[in-house]
């Protein structure tokens, strides 16, 4: 059993596009509330009505998305472009500006459980993030990871890599685990190694994960007991 607290919640309002931190968020059957609900679609006819992603578009971390400081969005996200200009989702030329700022065809879609892993939560650790830093000679941003909680647990670092189905834990009123399809350690895509703005590309990030951490960060849970979590709220684990 390890047990520390809530060192920041985080939520992602539009796939791939910049999020926000807040002080506080519910948990259930959607992962956190409000979480990837929005996506933008490729408009182009050789991909239409795929996902986009920064593994296709790195430019889209140009753009962020917020909610503000409610638990359970009542509403769809706000949006801020490069310029500083900020959209509300269902504002008339929206799919025109991000067109115009992608140099593609671009479309909007809003859904729940729009996750790569389906409704899931992706949870880093405070200790693994800093030995990252430690190992790579320099500071690497939490950003990167696009997590959905990071805690600070008095497990030693990387010990969530050998997290299996079992794996619970709790924080605030909310339980999650390590089960069903897809949950357990996190395999990393290329997403980390882009700088959270999207300006610059740090390849050398995911070459270390894959020759040290098997590509490994984070750990990917389910609700199992819907609530709210809050940051500073204290956070136990028992593994499995």
């Given at each position: 059993m390890f047990e520390g607290s809530v060192a920041a919640v985080r939520r992602w309002p539009v796939k791939s596009l910049r999020g926000e931190e807040v002080e506080a968020a519910r948990f259930d059957e959607r992962g956190v509330a409000g979480d990837r609900a929005h996506a933008l679609v490729d408009g182009r006819n050789r991909r239409?009505?795929?996902?986009?992603?920064?593994?296709?578009?790195?430019?889209?971390l140009a753009w962020g998305a917020e909610y503000g400081p409610v638990i359970d969005p009542p509403k769809?996200?706000?949006?801020?472009?490069?310029?500083?200009?900020?959209?509300?989702?269902?504002?008339?030329?929206?799919?025109?500006?991000?067109?115009d700022s992608f140099g593609m065809p671009v479309e909007l879609r809003a859904a729940d459980g729009q996750q790569d892993r389906g409704p899931t939560v992706l949870v880093t650790f405070a200790a693994s993030l800093a030995a990252l830093a430690v190992e790579l000679g320099r500071p690497v941003d939490l950003d990167r990871f696009r997590p959905n909680l990071h805690?600070?647990?008095?497990?030693?670092?990387?010990?969530?890599?050998?997290?299996?189905?079992?794996?619970?834990?709790?924080?605030?009123?909310v339980t999650l685990e390590v089960t069903?399809?897809?949950?357990?350690?996190?395999?990393?895509c290329a997403v980390p190694s882009w700088d959270p703005s999207g300006r610059a590309r740090w390849p050398e990030l995911q070459s270390h994960?894959?020759?040290?951490?098997?590509?490994?960060?984070?750990v990917i849970m389910r609700v199992t007991r819907?609530?709210?979590?809050?940051?500073?709220?204290a956070a136990r684990a028992d593994t499995a």
């Open positions: 239409r009505g795929k996902l986009l992603t920064v593994r296709q578009h790195p430019a889209m769809p996200p706000v949006l801020h472009a490069p310029d500083g200009r900020a959209w509300n989702w269902d504002e008339p030329g929206l799919a025109e500006a991000l067109s805690l600070t647990l008095d497990a030693p670092p990387f010990a969530e890599e050998d997290w299996t189905a079992g794996t619970v834990l709790r924080a605030g009123d069903g399809e897809r949950a357990g350690p996190c395999i990393r994960l894959i020759q040290r951490h098997d590509n490994k960060f984070g819907a609530g709210v979590i809050a940051a500073r709220d």
